[in-house]
């Protein structure tokens, strides 16, 4: 069974005095996730613009040299 199917079943259970207390505090759990996620998402906002603003301090060609160096022999590295 899963736990929104439980969770229900304890609801229809309940006497009808604590129905308004669950309510509640269901309300509350769903406004701190909402708001975690509000403030999750501006972080994230705040960065990626950082991020973005940041890229003007590279100039292009930054990658233009892609080679890569030798590489020495097994031998030469563990005499």
Do not use: C
Request: a negative charge.
């Amino acid at each position: 069974m899963s736990s929104r199917k439980q969770l229900i079943q304890e609801i229809e259970t309940l006497p009808e005095q604590f129905i308004d207390e669950i309510l509640e505090h269901l309300k509350f759990i769903k406004s701190n996730y909402l708001a975690k996620q509000q403030e999750s998402l501006q972080l994230r906002r705040g960065f990626d613009e950082v991020w973005w603003n940041n890229l003007s301090q590279f100039t292009p060609d930054f990658l233009s040299d892609r080679n890569q160096p030798e590489l020495s022999d097994r031998e030469e590295l563990f005499p």
